[in-house]
């Protein structure tokens, strides 16, 4: 299947600082990748859209200037969170979409996860 | 609002033992259907996926899906699970119709396979 990595694995930095967080797509193209968080022992949270070329699209309750989305190309898509606050901790994965056919059918393969801990 | 249930939050069964996890979907329109697995310590993988045709579905490791439209559902069974089948379940739904098309995960369900 297709292979989606992200770096870095985890993360410890300062409050106040930003982080950079990379999404890869190693084994196809994806003109859409999608950035989620997930809390312990609960579900994913999609919080934003990443499309190569334009703007991401940010679910509501998102910061968007607080969690940049640059999608530069058609395999790398990254999310900075920018003045990183305690309360920021958390699990981030991103995934990119693989269209099968047509436009209603489609995959999203998920990366490993990136750890972020704001002391 | 599209929304995606499962019914069980925890499981917890034998090694041998027949496995059904439910997954329910709110949506009248057409749907791409998925179940990926969280292994401890490991990232989302996909199970199966059903986007048309038969709606029986195999997926890797033994796994098998339905999809039965007139119940908005799409339950996953494994008919003898082994004690590496231990991980969380996440059913989850793409939407197709709506002003985006994004996937929906259910809550998930925390499987635990005794040996």
């Known amino acids: 299947g297709a292979v989606v990595s992200q770096h870095p694995s985890w993360v410890i930095c300062k409050s106040g600082t930003s982080v950079k967080i990379e999404c890869r797509s190693l084994d196809f193209q994806a003109t859409t990748m999608f950035w989620y968080r997930q809390f312990p022992k609960q579900s994913l949270m999609l919080m934003a859209t990443?499309?190569?070329?334009?703007?991401?699209?940010?679910e509501q309750g998102v910061e968007k200037d607080k969690f940049l989305i640059n999608h530069a190309s058609l395999t790398l898509s990254t999310l900075t969170v920018t003045s990183a606050h305690p309360e920021d901790s958390s699990f981030y994965i991103c995934?990119?979409?693989?269209?099968?056919?047509?436009?209603?059918?489609?995959?999203?393969?998920f990366g490993p996860g990136t750890r972020l801990l704001v002391l | 609002a599209q929304s995606v249930s499962q019914h069980n939050h925890h499981v917890i069964l034998s090694e041998a033992a027949s496995l059904e996890l439910g997954c329910n979907y709110s949506?009248?329109?057409?749907?791409?259907l998925f179940w990926y697995v969280q292994y401890p310590g490991q990232h989302l993988q996909l199970l199966l996926k059903y986007f048309s045709g038969d709606p029986l579905v195999k997926g890797i490791k033994g796994f098998e899906a339905e999809f039965i439209k007139s119940k908005f559902s799409f339950n996953l069974r494994k008919p003898s699970v082994q004690w590496s089948d231990t991980a969380e379940y996440f059913c989850?739904?793409?939407?197709?119709?709506?002003?985006?098309?994004?996937?929906?995960f259910g809550t998930g369900t925390l499987l635990a396979v005794q040996p």
């Open positions: 995934s990119a979409r693989d269209w099968l056919a047509g436009d209603t059918q489609e995959t999203q393969y």
């Open positions: 949506y009248g329109g057409t749907v791409n």
């Open positions: 990443s499309n190569e070329g334009s703007k991401a699209t940010y």
């Open positions: 989850a739904v793409i939407t197709y119709g709506g002003a985006t098309n994004k996937l929906i």
